[in-house]
């Protein structure tokens, strides 16, 4: 199978969400509230909303989330963004992503 034959195929639902969560492990801080991913064939892309203004650690901390991803999806293009959020705020879905952490609030 050529490489832009691979990039086309969209794997299940379930297979991007563990794909999540393994990424997740160990990466969750204790100002994240909150992480989406949305995917189509090639690409996923994920928010991670912490409760604190965007600073050099939160990017860094969405890098290492995009590395662990890079390892399940190699051939994928994979897009994280850090956004801040007022906690608790609600969480807005954009279309086509899932919610796949979220801080219950104190």
Not at 56 to 79: C, G
Request: overall charge negative; aromatic content about 6%; proline content about 4%.
């Amino acid at each position: 199978m050529h490489e832009d034959d691979v990039k086309n195929i969209l794997p299940d639902h379930a297979a991007v969400l563990l794909g999540m969560q393994r990424a997740l492990l160990g990466n969750i801080t204790d100002d994240m509230c909150s992480v989406m991913v949305a995917f189509t064939a090639g690409s996923l892309t994920f928010r991670a909303r912490f409760a604190s203004s965007i600073q050099i650690e939160q990017v860094m901390r969405v890098s290492e989330i995009e590395t662990e991803l890079i390892a399940d999806f190699p051939l994928w293009e994979i897009k994280g963004v850090a956004e801040e959020c007022s906690f608790p705020e609600k969480i807005m879905l954009s279309n086509n992503e899932t919610l796949v952490f979220s801080r219950a609030p104190d």
